[in-house]
């Protein structure tokens, strides 16, 4: 738990419109940009990761679980969560139209909710795609200049979803690399639809395959003031032979 001190000011970054508060600044969002994919890998890298297979743990209060990530940019992932070996959970999108989940011990089935497709969509958007790419993807991005999050100055960038859902990104001043995220969501849409205030912390960027990745990170209910969400990644492919029909349904 590296960072659970929230000052009261970060309630602020949430309001319905989230109006910036931003210092004057001479950086211009196109230096930003650039200076942020050239610390990432640079735009070129980034654009060539076509999928991703990721082996990780997710710690959520008392519970540890294995859990197997994977994803492409035909708008095709998958999750499998594991405790003690066994599969607890699975959700997954088979197209950007089309998803589903399957609880431990089932074989049958349920199909996702909108929101669920919706936050599994964002998550392949999130992982796979550069902030350059945003756009093309139908979100609008403001860069906020400077702004200071405990006591800590960062770069800011609220990206808006194509359906109007907003999000401020800090970026770390001299890696330029992400270090926190603010937005208002469920942890687990289709769980737990209840959403709360969050703060998602991004840890330990390492080098794969000549791209920037973050291999540990964790999720903050700023309200409780708690760590709602823990994650330390084991391995990361990216471009491997993923099989496409393991996201069209129950193949376990």
């Given at each position: ?60 209060g ?8 994977r ?7 998958r ?48 992982n ?28 800011a ?20 690399l ?75």
């Amino acid at each position: 738990m590296k960072n659970l001190t929230f000052l009261k000011i970060v309630f602020i970054l949430i309001s319905a419109s989230f109006i910036s508060s931003c210092a004057e600044t001479e950086m211009t969002y196109d230096v930003f940009l650039e200076k942020h994919l050239t610390a990432s890998g640079g735009a070129a890298a980034i654009s060539n990761v076509q999928n991703i297979d990721i082996d990780l743990i997710i710690t959520e209060g008392d519970n540890a679980m294995n859990a197997h990530y994977r994803a492409n940019r035909d708008g095709q992932m998958r999750i499998d969560v594991f405790i003690g070996g066994e599969r607890v959970f699975t959700e997954a999108l088979s197209s950007a139209n089309d998803g589903w989940q399957l609880d431990g011990g089932e074989t049958e089935a349920k199909p996702l909710s909108a929101d669920g497709k919706l936050a599994l969509q964002k998550g392949i958007h999130f992982n796979l795609y550069g902030l350059h790419e945003m756009p093309d993807l139908g979100y609008k991005i403001d860069f906020l200049g400077s702004q200071n999050l405990n006591d800590v100055d960062y770069w800011a960038v609220d990206i808006t979803s194509p359906e109007g859902k907003i999000e401020r990104r800090f970026f770390d001043k001299k890696t330029f690399l992400k270090s926190v995220t603010i937005d208002e969501s469920a942890l687990h849409v289709d769980v737990d639809p209840t959403k709360s205030l969050n703060a998602s912390y991004s840890y330990d960027y390492q080098d794969h395959d000549g791209v920037m990745f973050s291999r540990s990170g964790e999720v903050i209910d700023i309200n409780k003031q708690q760590v709602i969400q823990g994650t330390e990644i084991k391995s990361i492919s990216i471009n491997s032979d993923l099989d496409p029909e393991q996201f069209l349904g129950p193949n376990l």
